[in-house]
């Protein structure tokens, strides 16, 4: 099989001071980063349908980048030459993982049938790349979105006819997953939500998307998947309200229908800002709720309010990031680049520019943040906050040893109350500006 990418050289961390095009400057895989290799910290993931499907359609006009491969676009011979270019793309990048939507991988026909016999075909091309490269899934999804079927919702549709459809297609993406050796399987809500209350039964909708989570995962159990099922919160895009707006209310979803034993989220960069919440807040929230699982590393941009999926930049966003991550403990799932290269960025050396910032961006993210874990201000200012819960009359309300009568009591001897100590947040973000630029 003939190189596809044949002016890319194999990407490294040259430490030339950063002049060379196609080296990384601050992701050394096999550094040592708090006790752990980097590319332990960043197990890093190739979006398929970004990479290898979007060309730069928009509303108003049609592909700028070439992503035929060589092939005519549509045909199997294409989605087999999408296979190697994806292969020959993570392999010269170090990128050890890759995700896919079942639509991704072929064209969908008409008849199910025959889709499913076209991803049996492209799964078995893909099992042989995966034996020659030691490249896994991290995890896999069904489009339940793009099909006119799926207008109103897939789980949370009006036709029992298109639920079917949509639970064969999860079935046959799971199958793939488990073939593909992957870590996850993700519902991203698509279109499940609504438009307006004129015409949605929103307590039928949901419980019957919870009924298709609940048969995912005893039908996935079956097969002897073993890694998480995720939820990707969106709040808005397609739909004007999703069921799965952001962290908070996915959490409260599962939880309500028992599936938070097998599921996590899986937080997106741009979704949390859309949602009105910085990125951090959103990995916090699944944090401390044991929910932190899988993370879309892209990015959004403030000034507009749709999804546009860039390759993340924003160093302070990926310091605050990899604090969440690393205090955490890891993650289960990995780092997803759900990006994708501007339009004007059309050509094959721009997929890899994209890749290399992405990667560059989280590792430097993870460097600053293990450095202020290691000055220990912040973390130290933050215990010291909450000092006057561990003596007193604090340390008997955490251990529940109070009731609001002595607390009373309490006040009313106190008369009046001091003001809570400085939150001193100037002084924190100078903390944190002297930690990434010296
Ligand atoms: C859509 C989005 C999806 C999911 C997978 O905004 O992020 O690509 O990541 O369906
Ligand atoms: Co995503």
Redesign the pocket.
Known sequence: MSEIFSGIPYIRNVNDGGTAPFAFRYYEPERVVLGKKMKEHLPFAM?W?HNLGAAGTDMFGRDTADKSFGRIKGTMAHAKAKVDAGFEFMQKLGVAYFCF?DVDLVPEADDINETNRRLDEIADYIEEKIAQTGIRCLWG?A?LFSNPCYMNGAGSTSSAQVYCFAAAQIKKALDLTVRFGGRGY?F?G?REGYETLLNTDVKFEEENVARLMRMAVDYGRSIGFTGDFYI?P?PK?PMKHQYDFDAATAIGFLRKYGLDKDFKL?I?AN?ATLAGHTFEHELRVSAVNGMLGSI?ANQGDLLLGW?T?EFAWNVYDATMCMLEVVRAGGLTGGFNF?AKNRRPSHTTEDMFHGYILGMDTFALGLLKAAALIEDGRLDRFVRERYASFSVGIGRRIVEGKTTLTELSAEAERLGAPELPASGRQEYLRRIVNEILFG
Do not use: F, I, L, R
């Open positions: 979006a349908w939507h999804t489009n993700v991203w698509g990707e969106k895009e899986n997106e979704h879309d999804d999926d759900d």
